[in-house]
Every structure is written in structure tokens, then in C-alpha cells.
């Protein structure tokens, strides 16, 4: 059986994300907006991570607290993944980074590596892998394959907008990672976009 796909469909995220999508939201706009639903995204995904209980000292006494006990890995699948990054780090700053260069070939979608900066030794408990956009699902299925060739575990991806059919590519190939997503649409179109979707979240979010 797969992993979950969660979709967070709380309304006010649910606001923003279609304050996104609207063709009239600027870049510096658009950037923000992942930035909030990237984090968003990333609290849920991380609800099960390991802590142990602590105790902190307030003005008034002792109160409980708790230390996470897990190394942290996130995987901006360049460039779209790179606002959800920056968003993530600013939530947790002692995560690594690791960036996967992959763009998808105008005519065959296939995806094409052209950076690997993964660490010689991965050394994380957890790698979450950002794209905003999953649409065939080719980026995100070579961005965790090459994960799992360098040993990554445990892997967890996190998107804005999904496909169906990227979905079901994703969890055909690697039925062990959960999904977390915003929404999911109705379809692609001829040229592999997502419709309805956003457009190209790298565009609108780099004003190229
Ligand atoms: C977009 C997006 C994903 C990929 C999704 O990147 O950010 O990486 O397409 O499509 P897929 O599921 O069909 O692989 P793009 O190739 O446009 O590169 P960019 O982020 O550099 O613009
Ligand atoms: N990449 C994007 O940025 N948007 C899509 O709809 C599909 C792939």
C-alpha cells in the first residue's frame, strides 16, 4: 500500500493558495505566498518527528518544553524549490541543504539533471524534498531516486500543486513516500502543464 498523500485544506491556506494561482499576483507577492504555504506544509510534514521532553525556565517558575532529536535534510529541487527552501530555513535554520538541479525537456518532459549537491556522507534522519509543482511526476520521482542512490532513508516530498497523474506516477515508483500537498487538479495539458494550476511557479517566482 502507499504512503499517504495529505492535502492541507485548511481555509486560510486554502485563501492564499488562491492568491497564488491569480495570473495577477505579482513575483514578490507570489514569493511570500509560497514562503507561508511552504511552511505551513512543513509543520504538518514534520508532526511526527522525534523529541524529547525538556523543561524551560520563564520568568515565573518551569514550564515543559520539548528538544527535537531529529537531523534534517531539505531537498529544493531547483529552481521553483528554492523560495520553499528559504521559507523552511527560516522556520529551521540547522537543517542542511541540499540542492538537486533538475529541469524537465520542453519535448519529452523527461527530466534532466544538471546539479548534485548532495553531501558525500548524508547524514540526516529525515530529507524533505520542495518542488511546488508535481505534473508528470518526473522531476519529483529522479529527485528521490537519486536520494535513495545516496542511502536517504526516510524521504517525505512536499508540493503546492499536484497532478493526478503525477501523483500516481510517484506512488507507482516510490510507494514509501508521503505526499503533502496544497491541492491536487483536475489534469495536464498537451504541453505537461497543470491545469488549472499556477503556471510555471519558477517564472512567477524569479520574473523570468
Ligand atoms: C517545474 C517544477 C518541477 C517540474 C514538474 O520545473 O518546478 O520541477 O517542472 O514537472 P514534472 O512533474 O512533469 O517533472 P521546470 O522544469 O520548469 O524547471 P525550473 O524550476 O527551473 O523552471
Ligand atoms: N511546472 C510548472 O511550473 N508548472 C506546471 O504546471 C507544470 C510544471
Redesign the pocket.
Known sequence: MAAPVLVLDHPLLQHHLGQLRAVQTEPPAFRALVAILSQALFVEATRDVRAVPAEVTTPLGTAPSCQVQERLAFVP?????LGMAEALLDFWPKASVWHL????DHDT?Q?ITYYNKLPPRVDADLALVL????????????AIDILKRHHVRRIKYLGLIA?PE?IRALQKAHPDVPLYLMAIDDH?NEH?YIVPGLG????RQFA?
Open positions: 529541487v531547483l529552481r521553483a524549490g538541479g533538475l529541469y524537465r518532459l527530466p518542488d511546488p509543482m508535481l505534473a508528470t511526476g518526473g522531476s519529483a520521482m529522479a497532478a503525477g495536464l505537461g510555471d511557479a519558477g517564472d523570468t
